[in-house]
């Protein structure tokens, strides 16, 4: 059977399906041949959702972290904006 099961398949074996989705991979269930869920292990789901670290940790491990930029806003107002114009 793999990691595929057929939607009646899986229902009649769902412990079966359970336990392959904890001892090996996720496993997908297909209704009419068409993928339509996953059972997997949360410890697999909590990876895959896992935030990947907060913004200044990204920010850290980029190689540009080592450039110097120098970041001044610029004392030149708002530019005009043509409403009119529609087109763009």
Same mark, same amino acid.
Request: net charge negative.
């Given at each position: 059977?793999?990691?595929?099961?057929? #939607?009646?398949?899986?229902?009649?074996?769902?412990?079966?399906?359970?336990?392959?989705? #904890?001892?090996?991979?996720p496993?997908?269930?297909?209704?009419?041949?068409?993928?339509?869920?996953? =059972?997997?292990?949360?410890?697999?789901?909590? %990876? #895959? =959702?896992?935030?990947?670290?907060?913004?200044?940790e990204?920010? %850290?491990?980029?190689?540009?972290?080592? =450039?110097?930029?120098? #970041?001044?806003?610029?004392?030149?107002?708002?530019?005009? =904006?043509?409403?009119?114009?529609?087109?763009?």
């Amino acid at each position: 059977m793999g990691d595929h099961w057929r #939607l009646q398949d899986a229902k009649n074996r769902f412990s079966e399906v359970v336990e392959r989705a #904890l001892e090996k991979e996720p496993q997908v269930v297909t209704r009419h041949g068409r993928k339509v869920v996953v =059972v997997m292990s949360i410890d697999y789901y909590e %990876r #895959l =959702v896992a935030p990947q670290g907060d913004l200044v940790e990204f920010f %850290r491990r980029s190689p540009l972290s080592e =450039v110097d930029m120098a #970041l001044e806003r610029s004392n030149e107002g708002a530019r005009e =904006v043509d409403r009119a114009g529609g087109g763009g």
